[in-house]
């Protein structure tokens, strides 16, 4: 087990930058996953570090070991694909035995390590079958054996689940979070999957244009988004974003959505915004679950407006609703019985407390 | 017979809209009627090949209907398969088609494998390159080639010209390149997945090939074999040019030189020999017919 280090890895591909300039530490024994969107550069990232691909430029450390020329067979590393990437013509012993067999493991050794990695993986019945025998949970099982049987210091997984049907997914990733917690073996998982990153990873890296966006646990990137990137990326469905611009009103610091609707920001963050020059053209970020059906008794922060729903969205647990501020399209979440249908008007209730500001420009969280 | 009936249902039919089974009859009716038509086509000439190896001399020029037999006798088979020389070409036949074949895999599969999977400057034109070759036909080559081998057994005074070794050179330039394309195709349409994963369990590249891409691509590999060996077994014009003497000749060129006397043609050992010749092969196709054809479509999709 080990810690692993980039310092300004760059990944060059004749005139494009696909990951430019990456800093990461990630400590032993840690869950780190990079998420992003497609073409961000994740699984570059994660390449580079297997040593699938050549670095451009930068450093990458494996334990303290420095490993920019190192070949693959020689970091002791394991990795899982998203197409699993069985051999097709082994069974799944010999699948998971293959790396300690090129090494010439003793046999006993070997045995007990597929054996062991097969019941942690609840595997030990397909022992003897081909891969085509398998359906696609077991074959990623197979996939993640042939990992653990290496004991190697790092596990790196690129988007492992998405191959598999959404609820195989679900239980596909409550088995890592299970295995992790169990092997403890420093783990870097890619997903394009916000919900997968939040809720596998100890810490989460959000990618976007070969840059880091941010990186902190789940919970930082949820409540403490650094840019309008991750406030959207991060949360489903997504954080609204509702251009707005600060207004002093009789001593007080108000927020104004639209001619209608301004709101007198509560003290907290009106002391926060309050050096913010007046002109600047801000977006007010608020998460659906903020937006919620307006109750007789209110919170301090809490401010209610009336619309117009467009669409509703019964969820089941709740019922999303759709409605325009100005043209701005805006998702709430609000109570099954509260009584939204569509075209119908609603009292909605916004809890500023829970708010983020944003500079429309630069689309950093203020 | 089958025309005919297809003529008379034709009008009659009713347009059923939804009816697959329908359209899916008829799609049949007409595959078998073609097949059964080519394969009488294809089938005719070894019929007649076999007809005329069971008539004795006597009975193949007199004027009888040639389509049947009226004294059959084996006496051409005891002949051929009692004379030295006919088993020499055999012999002759077998081990350049056998060292053939794996002359042309140890090439070919190493080859292909770096072509296909190697990425290194040229590596595409490489591959095209080597397709190229194969589009070159053997009545081209052989004059250069003759010209080649010529000046070699000048300058190395081992004598190559008229030996039936000299073909083990010469037939891997037609099965080479054919099987390298072939098993580009093959190789490609791994995963690329499967070599990196081989790669991260610690397999160099000679161990991914053995390991990994020889038992996947089975199938393409037997596929390109039996195209190696047909083509040494049958190949007609080189063997004509590069040997001979009687006792360095292989099979095909064999039995036209020693059985066409001047003017005489002796016709029924000919017949006899060119099935005996179109044994090998074709116990070799009905053996390996399932690899054969799996192996010439899987590179067509994604495996």
Redesign the interface.
């Known amino acids: 087990m080990a810690d692993v280090s980039l310092r300004k890895v760059i990944k060059r591909y004749d005139d494009v930058e696909a990951v430019r300039g990456i800093d990461l530490d990630i400590s032993d024994h840690e869950f780190i996953v990079l998420v992003g969107p497609s073409g961000c550069g994740k699984s570059t990232t994660l390449r580079m570090i297997a040593g699938l691909e050549d670095i451009s430029d930068g450093d990458i450390m494996i334990g303290g070991d420095v490993v920019n020329d190192v070949p693959p067979k020689d970091r002791d590393i394991a990795m899982v694909f998203q197409n699993y990437a069985l051999y097709p013509h082994m069974t799944v012993a010999e699948n998971m035995s293959f790396g300690l067999r090129l090494k010439h493991y003793p046999k006993a050794e070997i045995k007990a390590r597929v054996t062991e990695a097969a019941r942690l993986l609840d595997i030990t019945d397909l022992i003897d079958r081909k891969p085509k025998q398998l359906s696609g949970g077991q074959r990623q099982r197979v996939a993640m054996g042939r990992a653990i049987v290496r004991n190697p210091k790092v596990f790196l997984f690129d988007e492992p689940l998405s191959n598999l049907d959404a609820k195989l997914r679900v239980q596909m990733r409550i088995e890592i979070k299970k295995v992790h917690q169990k092997v403890r073996t420093t783990t870097v998982y890619v997903t394009h999957d916000q919900v997968e990153a939040m809720t596998l990873a100890d810490r989460v890296v959000v990618m976007n244009k070969g840059r880091i966006e941010q990186i902190g646990t789940p919970n930082e990137l949820y409540h403490k988004p650094a840019t309008r990137f991750v406030a959207g990326f991060i949360g489903s469905p997504a954080m609204n974003f509702i251009p707005c611009r600060l207004e002093d009103a009789g001593g007080t610091l108000q927020i104004r959505l639209t001619d209608r609707i301004a709101f007198a920001l509560p003290p907290a963050r009106a002391a926060r915004y309050n050096a913010l020059p007046r002109t600047d053209r801000l977006l007010l970020g608020i998460r659906p679950e903020h937006l919620t059906e307006a109750h007789a008794h209110l919170d301090p922060g809490v401010e209610t407006f009336d619309t117009v729903l467009d669409v509703t969205e019964p969820m089941g647990m709740e019922t999303l609703v759709y409605f325009g501020l100005d043209g701005t399209p805006v998702c709430g979440r609000v109570n099954p019985n509260a009584g939204a249908k569509d075209g119908a008007p609603m009292r909605l209730a916004m809890d500023l407390n829970n708010m983020h500001l944003l500079n429309e420009e630069s689309g950093v969280v203020l | 017979m089958s025309t005919m009936a297809i003529d008379k249902a034709g009008p009659s039919r009713k347009v059923k809209y939804g009816s697959m089974s329908r359209d899916r009859t008829w799609a049949l009716r007409w595959s078998y009627f073609f097949l059964v038509l080519f394969a009488i086509f294809f089938l005719t000439p070894p019929v007649y090949m076999l007809i005329t190896s069971l008539k004795s001399s006597a009975e193949i020029s007199a004027a009888t209907n040639p389509w049947w037999v009226f004294h059959p006798t084996l006496s051409n088979y005891v002949e051929l398969l009692t004379s030295n020389q006919f088993l020499r070409f055999f012999w002759n036949s077998s081990i350049v088609s056998i060292v053939v074949v794996i002359i042309t895999m140890l090439i070919s599969i190493p080859a292909a494998f770096a072509l296909a999977r190697m990425k290194f400057w040229g590596s595409a034109t490489l591959a095209t390159g080597v397709f190229l070759t194969y589009l070159v036909p053997d009545s081209l080559l052989f004059i250069p080639l003759f010209k080649m081998l010529a000046l070699v057994q000048d300058l190395t005074g081992i004598t190559l010209l008229n030996r039936w070794y000299v073909l083990l050179f010469v037939y891997p330039t037609l099965t080479v390149p054919f099987c390298t394309w072939i098993m580009i195709g093959y190789f490609a349409s791994i995963?690329k997945?499967?070599d990196?994963?081989?790669?991260?369990?610690?397999?160099s590249w000679l161990?991914t090939l053995l390991?990994?891409f020889i038992?996947?691509a089975?199938p393409g590999l037997i596929a390109a074999t039996i195209f190696a060996f047909t083509v040494s077994w049958a190949q007609f014009l080189y063997p004509l040019v590069f040997t001979t003497s009687v006792d360095q000749l292989v099979l095909p060129v064999g039995i036209i030189t020693t059985l066409i006397k001047g003017d005489v043609f002796n016709w029924g050992q000919i017949m006899t020999g060119a099935l005996l010749g179109a044994a090998p092969p074709l116990i070799i196709y009905a053996f390996l017919m399932d690899y054969y054809i799996a192996g010439l479509t899987a590179g067509a999709t994604k495996g």
Do not use: C, K, M
């Open positions: 995963p997945e499967l990196e994963a081989a790669i991260i369990d610690g397999a161990q390991r990994i038992p996947v089975l």
